[in-house]
């Protein structure tokens, strides 16, 4: 997203979307849905979840899927603990939503969140998200080894991502490690914080997913150095993957859809149906396309069993890298 369109979005901003029509997504009997959708984004406003969330309520809102308004708000803080702790508080109703990331699982390892994944009803894995690591464009380090040499020059490097930790951070920590260089990592809660900050000078790199930082590449700010997914990008096709220089196993964001704990059946079926309508629009892969994310689709059970996994690697490497 380009600094301007990330200027645009207030920090806090609610949506109040309208539908016509009864969505042609409804199952599972009942009056559900009949009320007001609370839809929690736990980030600042331009960052992947941000920009996933608020493609799903374009694509729901202009299908007229949902019968009802959907408020969108972004709730950041505290490494996602702020928004998800809120759509914890919505817990026995169907009427709060919120997207996933890295910091839905990692969050509740180094900190007394009072929830788990475990905890909410979920709806479905939709995505898997990789990241660039990236300096900024007047730096003169515009590529991999150029970086890892200044790294090592430096000794100690000061690099930043979303969350504390949080994906962001396992992947600059296994870079380093893999490279043999020290990070000093430092945490942001939005997307348009981690920039400001390496354009400024304050931090020598930072990682973020494609979709979120495309166009201040194309502009020439920053520089694309590594990708962490398992090919090449189409539209970088210069920049290596981790792979490809050795460094495997670098974790993903994982892309879904919760709602909150003991959720109605009715409305965990209701979202399951209507986002299998929703990720078969053309909106949803053009988001898919230009936001360079994986299809990765796993509903209800088969999503719990994925954030157990992925879980349980999680913290294998937080904890093979001393962060827990």
């Not at 979709?211 to 920053?222: H, L, T």
């Not at 970088?236 to 993957?241: A, E, F, M, Y």
């Amino acid at each position: 997203m380009k600094p301007n369109k990330i200027a645009a979005l207030a920090t806090v901003s609610v949506l109040a979307l309208s539908a016509c029509g009864g969505g042609s997504g409804s199952s599972g009997g009942g009056d559900y849905p009949s009320e007001d959708m609370e839809w929690t984004i736990a980030f600042g406003p331009g960052g992947g979840n941000d920009i996933m969330a608020r493609t799903m309520v374009d694509i729901i809102q202009k299908s007229d899927m949902y019968p009802e308004n959907i408020v969108v708000e972004n709730r950041e803080g505290g490494s996602g603990a702020t928004g998800w702790g809120y759509l914890l508080g919505q817990s026995g109703t169907g009427y709060g939503i919120s997207t996933t990331s890295g910091s839905f699982l990692t969050t509740p390892l180094q900190a007394d969140t009072g929830w788990t994944h475990e905890d909410f009803t979920p709806v479905g894995l939709l995505a898997a998200d990789n990241a660039l690591l990236l300096t900024a464009g007047d730096s003169g380090l515009d590529d991999f080894e150029s970086w890892v040499a200044h790294a090592k020059e430096k000794g100690r490097v000061v690099v930043g991502g979303i969350g504390t930790i949080n994906v962001d951070y396992i992947l600059h920590q296994l870079i380093a490690d893999a490279e043999g260089y020290e990070i000093e990592y430092i945490p942001y809660n939005e997307e348009g914080q981690v920039q400001t900050s390496l354009l400024s000078g304050a931090l020598d790199a930072m990682v973020s997913n494609p979709g979120s930082i495309m166009g201040q590449i194309e502009a020439g700010e920053m520089n694309p150095l590594l990708f962490t997914g398992p090919e090449r990008l189409d539209d970088l096709p210069d920049v290596p993957t981790g792979e490809e220089k050795g460094i495997t196993d670098l974790p993903s964001m994982p892309r879904g859809l919760i709602l909150p704990p003991d959720a109605p059946a009715e409305a965990q079926e209701w979202w399951i149906d209507t986002m299998k309508e929703v990720i078969e629009t053309d909106e949803w892969q053009t988001y898919l396309d230009e936001n360079q994310l994986v299809e990765d689709v796993r509903w209800g059970d088969d999503f719990t069993t994925y954030l157990d996994d992925t879980t349980a690697a999680l913290k294998e490497t937080l904890t093979r890298v001393g962060a827990l």
